[in-house]
Protein backbone atom coordinates (compact mmCIF):
# COMPACT_ATOMS: atom_id res chain seq x y z
CA UNK A 1 0.00 0.00 0.00
CA UNK A 2 1.29 3.30 -1.50
CA UNK A 3 1.71 5.12 2.33
CA UNK A 4 3.56 8.32 2.88
CA UNK A 5 6.94 7.06 3.48
CA UNK A 6 6.34 5.40 -0.26
CA UNK A 7 5.02 8.66 -1.93
CA UNK A 8 7.40 10.89 -0.10
CA UNK A 9 10.20 8.43 -1.33
CA UNK A 10 9.11 7.99 -5.02
CA UNK A 11 8.60 12.01 -5.19
CA UNK A 12 12.34 12.33 -3.88
CA UNK A 13 13.90 9.33 -6.15
CA UNK A 14 12.14 10.99 -9.33
CA UNK A 15 13.27 14.53 -8.90
CA UNK A 16 16.55 13.48 -7.46
CA UNK A 17 16.90 11.23 -10.94
CA UNK A 18 15.77 14.00 -13.12
CA UNK A 19 18.34 16.54 -11.05
CA UNK A 20 20.95 15.31 -12.88
CA UNK A 21 20.36 16.52 -16.01
CA UNK A 22 18.02 19.74 -14.66
CA UNK A 23 19.14 22.33 -12.30
CA UNK A 24 15.53 23.14 -11.33
CA UNK A 25 15.02 20.16 -9.09
CA UNK A 26 17.62 21.19 -6.77
CA UNK A 27 16.67 20.21 -2.39
CA UNK A 28 14.23 22.92 -2.03
CA UNK A 29 12.36 22.76 -5.24
CA UNK A 30 12.65 18.60 -4.71
CA UNK A 31 11.13 19.45 -1.56
CA UNK A 32 7.93 21.39 -2.99
CA UNK A 33 7.50 17.78 -4.57
CA UNK A 34 7.15 15.83 -1.79
CA UNK A 35 4.99 17.96 -0.17
CA UNK A 36 2.71 17.83 -3.42
CA UNK A 37 2.98 14.04 -3.11
CA UNK A 38 1.67 13.67 0.05
CA UNK A 39 -1.24 16.84 -0.23
CA UNK A 40 -3.65 14.75 -1.28
CA UNK A 41 -3.73 12.83 2.19
CA UNK A 42 -3.70 15.70 4.32
CA UNK A 43 -7.53 15.48 3.98
CA UNK A 44 -7.12 12.41 6.04
CA UNK A 45 -5.60 14.42 9.71
CA UNK A 46 -8.19 14.69 11.44
CA UNK A 47 -10.80 13.94 9.20
CA UNK A 48 -12.41 11.38 11.88
CA UNK A 49 -16.09 11.03 10.93
CA UNK A 50 -16.34 13.84 8.04
CA UNK A 51 -14.12 12.02 5.48
CA UNK A 52 -17.30 12.13 3.17
CA UNK A 53 -16.86 15.63 3.47
CA UNK A 54 -13.22 15.64 2.41
CA UNK A 55 -13.08 13.44 0.08
CA UNK A 56 -13.37 15.82 -2.67
CA UNK A 57 -10.42 16.74 -2.41
CA UNK A 58 -8.53 13.38 -2.42
CA UNK A 59 -9.47 13.38 -6.42
CA UNK A 60 -7.11 14.80 -8.66
CA UNK A 61 -9.43 18.25 -9.62
CA UNK A 62 -9.61 18.68 -5.51
CA UNK A 63 -5.92 18.49 -5.15
CA UNK A 64 -5.04 21.02 -7.98
CA UNK A 65 -7.57 23.15 -6.29
CA UNK A 66 -5.49 22.77 -2.99
CA UNK A 67 -1.99 23.32 -4.87
CA UNK A 68 -3.01 26.39 -6.67
CA UNK A 69 -3.93 27.97 -3.38
CA UNK A 70 -0.59 26.94 -1.52
CA UNK A 71 0.93 28.26 -4.41
CA UNK A 72 -0.49 31.53 -3.59
CA UNK A 73 1.59 31.54 -0.97
CA UNK A 74 5.05 31.78 -2.80
CA UNK A 75 6.69 34.44 -4.82
CA UNK A 76 7.34 31.88 -7.54
CA UNK A 77 3.75 31.00 -7.82
CA UNK A 78 3.70 29.11 -11.08
CA UNK A 79 6.70 27.26 -10.32
CA UNK A 80 5.71 25.93 -6.72
CA UNK A 81 2.65 24.94 -8.65
CA UNK A 82 4.19 23.06 -11.27
CA UNK A 83 6.17 21.17 -8.80
CA UNK A 84 3.01 20.70 -6.56
CA UNK A 85 1.66 19.16 -9.74
CA UNK A 86 4.44 16.57 -10.41
CA UNK A 87 4.11 16.14 -7.09
CA UNK A 88 0.27 14.80 -6.78
CA UNK A 89 0.88 13.05 -9.92
CA UNK A 90 3.12 10.58 -8.74
CA UNK A 91 0.86 10.29 -5.70
CA UNK A 92 -2.48 9.50 -7.69
CA UNK A 93 0.35 7.12 -10.54
CA UNK A 94 0.91 5.06 -6.81
CA UNK A 95 -2.24 5.19 -5.67
CA UNK A 96 -3.92 3.69 -9.12
CA UNK A 97 -1.55 0.76 -8.68
CA UNK A 98 -3.27 -0.83 -5.25
CA UNK A 99 -6.63 -3.11 -5.24
CA UNK A 100 -8.72 -0.60 -3.15
CA UNK A 101 -12.13 -2.00 -1.65
CA UNK A 102 -13.39 1.31 -2.43
CA UNK A 103 -13.41 0.96 -6.16
CA UNK A 104 -10.15 3.01 -6.61
CA UNK A 105 -10.25 6.82 -8.02
CA UNK A 106 -12.38 9.38 -9.43
CA UNK A 107 -9.71 10.18 -11.88
CA UNK A 108 -11.51 12.18 -13.94
CA UNK A 109 -14.21 13.54 -11.49
CA UNK A 110 -16.25 15.66 -12.14
CA UNK A 111 -15.93 14.97 -15.69
CA UNK A 112 -16.69 11.37 -15.55
CA UNK A 113 -17.62 8.99 -12.55
CA UNK A 114 -15.83 5.88 -13.56
CA UNK A 115 -13.13 4.52 -10.86
CA UNK A 116 -9.53 3.59 -11.76
CA UNK A 117 -7.25 1.19 -10.39
CA UNK A 118 -4.55 -1.49 -11.69
CA UNK A 119 -4.95 -3.84 -8.86
CA UNK A 120 -1.18 -4.83 -8.82
CA UNK A 121 -0.75 -3.70 -5.17
CA UNK A 122 -3.07 -4.84 -2.42
CA UNK A 123 -3.74 -2.44 0.43
CA UNK A 124 -2.32 -4.26 3.40
CA UNK A 125 1.12 -5.45 1.32
CA UNK A 126 4.16 -3.17 2.18
CA UNK A 127 6.55 -4.83 -0.07
CA UNK A 128 6.29 -1.58 -2.27
CA UNK A 129 7.36 0.54 1.15
CA UNK A 130 10.42 -1.56 1.43
CA UNK A 131 11.43 -1.64 -2.70
CA UNK A 132 11.00 2.16 -2.62
CA UNK A 133 13.29 2.42 0.40
CA UNK A 134 15.96 0.44 -1.13
CA UNK A 135 16.02 2.83 -4.08
CA UNK A 136 16.16 5.67 -2.05
CA UNK A 137 19.36 4.41 -0.75
CA UNK A 138 20.82 3.19 -4.09
CA UNK A 139 19.54 6.86 -5.97
CA UNK A 140 20.83 8.25 -2.93
CA UNK A 141 24.38 6.35 -3.32
CA UNK A 142 24.28 6.89 -7.09
CA UNK A 143 23.98 11.02 -6.36
CA UNK A 144 26.92 11.22 -3.93
CA UNK A 145 28.75 9.38 -6.60
CA UNK A 146 27.72 12.10 -9.55
CA UNK A 147 28.07 14.85 -7.62
CA UNK A 148 31.58 13.57 -6.38
CA UNK A 149 32.68 13.10 -10.02
CA UNK A 150 31.34 16.52 -10.68
CA UNK A 151 33.62 18.63 -8.35
CA UNK A 152 36.28 16.30 -9.66
CA UNK A 153 36.19 17.71 -13.43
Known amino acids: MPDWITHIAVAWILCTIIGFK ?3 F ?25 WSFVEPLHIPI ?14 EKKMVFLFLILGFTTHYALDLLETSINGGIYLFYPLYWGQYQFGLI ?3 DYIITIISLILVFIVYLISRYHIKTKHEV
Open 22 to 24: YKQ
Open 26 to 50: NPSNTAIVMVGAILPDFVQIGSLGI
Open 62 to 75: GTLIIAAMISLAFQ
Open 122 to 124: PTD
